[in-house]
């Protein structure tokens, strides 16, 4: 099966295949051409060039997209989209005055997604998140990285993990999965906290890996839920199994949970609202991705990554969404491109790099996802007529996508 998509009013992210992540004022470049032609066989892109060099190449089924822009589909490196239920009267509880640490200290919060998860049946939980699944990809996510911890009892956060599982066999999208445990402190160990990392480190991990049911190792390092030392424990533990370190951290105090991050080789530190020097030190010179959610600054109302500082800095940045019940109840990567433009003055170039090859490399697969480049897996999003890539985060909230090929299949 081939598809050739024709008359490219710019095809944007062309990359050659070396190009595994872009770097401070590398990210205000977006390589592209203009006028091109996009050759896909399978599930791999073959072939793509200026237009004037297509005549002769014969396809199963050709899509002319004179007028429209061809990029690489988002790549979001973290989520949590497999949870049950949602947490909108706790939304409303927020609008009437409550903080996000009133509302976890009354038992709401991850406690409450983990209650009603735990009664939720395997089937009932995929079926939930096959939907949000759906929607994500077409809105042009291509590659997603999903997360347990709303399970937060071993049954639980297996459950989790074997619908992850379930959901990587069953779509095109390329799904990476993530042991979170370590997300919130369950009640039933409210005064033994070291007794819940136990479980976590003698009980979950050795079934995940047991399932091969994550590759990466995730905890909520921050004040109130698990501090520096509890951190370096679960990260340590999951290291034994192979599971690679990926962390929330910095979202509401800096504690030097990055430089701890950086210590354990994570591919990625995740929020980073709270940012200061010793931070930005850590992580100039090491491997790991700093990553930006701005729809949970948005949703929050709490301060945005400052992105500006760490590309300036030199340091590389990704852009994800945090889809989740709590904090970020929404998926869309067009939003968090445009938000990033708007509230964090990335520009254009920068927040699309971001939100593409970045996001490919905090899952560690920009080996074959985000870009258009020659043997890279087929997931490209083709825009509805535009007149430049600017419009695209300009234009917030409207729906500028007119088709998503995700594993060289039309969503
Ligand atoms: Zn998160």
Known sequence: MTILITNIKELLQVRDETILKVSGNQMKLLPSIKNAYLLIENDTIVDFGDMSDATGIIANQTIDAKGKLVLPTWCDSHTHIVYAGDRSQEFVDRINGLSYEDIANR???????????????????????????????????????????????????????????????????????????????????????????????????????????????????????????????????????????KIHVNQFNAFGGIALAVKHEAISVDHLEELNNEDIIALKDSNTMPVALPSCSYFLSIPYTPGRQLIDAGLPLALATDYNPGSTPSGNMNFVVSTACIKMKLTPEEAINAATINGAYAMGISNQYGSITKGKKANVIITKPVSSYNYLPYAFGDNHIDTVIINGEIV
Do not use: W
């Open 107 to 245: 038992g709401g919060g991850i406690l409450n997604s983990a209650k009603t998860l735990q009664n939720t049946s395997e089937d009932d939980l995929y079926n939930q998140s096959v939907i949000r699944l759906k929607a994500v990809m077409k809105l042009g996510t291509g590659a997603i990285e999903i997360k347990s911890g709303y399970g937060l009892t071993t049954d639980a956060e297996i459950k989790m993990l074997r619908v992850i599982k379930r959901l990587k066999k069953d779509f095109p999208i390329k799904v990476k999965a993530t042991f979170l445990g370590a997300h919130a402190l369950p009640i039933a160990f409210k005064d033994n906290k070291q007794g819940y990392l136990d479980q976590i480190i003698n009980d979950m991990l050795p079934q995940i890996a047991k399932e091969n049911l994550a590759q990466y190792i995730d905890v909520f390092c921050e004040k109130g839920y698990f501090d520096l030392d509890d951190t370096a424990q679960i990260l340590k533990a999951g290291q034994e199994y192979n599971l690679t370190p």
